[in-house]
């Protein structure tokens, strides 16, 4: 068999099973070996091995591959619990976010160079064969996006986020009432400063001082 061309690709994620995800495992952008794989010329079955690291003897899964948007996304199950050793490793340590990225390893049918005058440089995919998903921990293409991650604990999770909440909007309903206190606070101390100096005006001459310090006055308090 040949020896298969490796692309490395993003990997995150959003909600899905306890032993599953969904990952957008290639697309049609120049990666970082300067090379593209057209989307549309890739052939794959419906159902391809999983590897961790292009390793044939570390199958963790299986993978059901389609094309989505124009890109290349699978649906990867992990082996059940228990079965694996390596396969419960690498489920934890992709739905913790610690591996992040997946890779295909596939077998050119036809290419063309990225730059005709270097026909031995990168290379435009226009047709391969799919022949396995690897998770990996260094990604080629830059444009793989989040499609489905679960967490364990989510009903958990959805009560403290509850909880938080409710905490939140009481801390806020706390704060609002502090705020409402110190407001009437500082009204009632307006209302006697006001009267204070409707006092003071009550008993002034006309005279032009005691009309400016009136005057300095309001402008202290105001």
């Known amino acids: 068999m040949p ?22 495992c290639s697309s049609a952008t ?15 079955a419906h159902s391809i091995p999983v590897l961790f690291g292009h390793d044939a003897q570390m199958p963790v899964g299986r993978a059901e591959p389609r094309l989505v948007n124009g890109n290349l996304v699978a649906d990867v199950a992990f082996a059940p619990p228990g079965v694996s050793a390596k396969a419960d490793e690498i489920c934890g340590l992709v739905k913790a976010g610690i591996v992040d990225t997946v890779s295909i ?4 049918i036809q290419a063309e160079p990225m730059d005709p005058t270097r026909p031995r440089g990168p290379q435009r995919y226009l047709a391969c064969e799919l ?24 009903l958990e999770t959805a009560r403290q986020d509850a909880r938080d909440l409710i905490e939140k909007a009481e801390r806020k309903d706390a704060a609002r009432a502090l705020e409402l206190a110190g407001l009437a606070s500082d009204r009632e101390l307006f209302n006697r400063r006001l009267e204070s100096i ?25």
């Not at 390893?105 to 050119?108: A, I, K, L, T, W």
């Not at 022949?131 to 989510?154: K, M």
């Open 3 to 24: 020896n298969p061309v490796l692309k490395a690709q993003k990997f995150t994620s959003e909600p899905l099973g306890p032993r599953s995800v969904r990952v957008q």
């Open 30 to 44: 120049v990666d970082r070996t300067g090379e593209i794989v057209v989307q549309a010329g890739i052939k794959f």
């Open 105 to 108: 390893g596939f077998d050119p």
């Open 131 to 154: 022949l396995e998903l690897s998770f990996v921990s260094v990604p080629a293409n830059r444009d793989a996006t989040v499609i489905a991650r679960e967490h364990r604990g989510n």
């Open 198 to 222: 409707h006092l003071q005006q009550l008993g002034m001459t006309n005279s032009y001082g005691e009309r400016r310090r009136l005057i300095n006055m309001l402008e202290h308090w105001f």
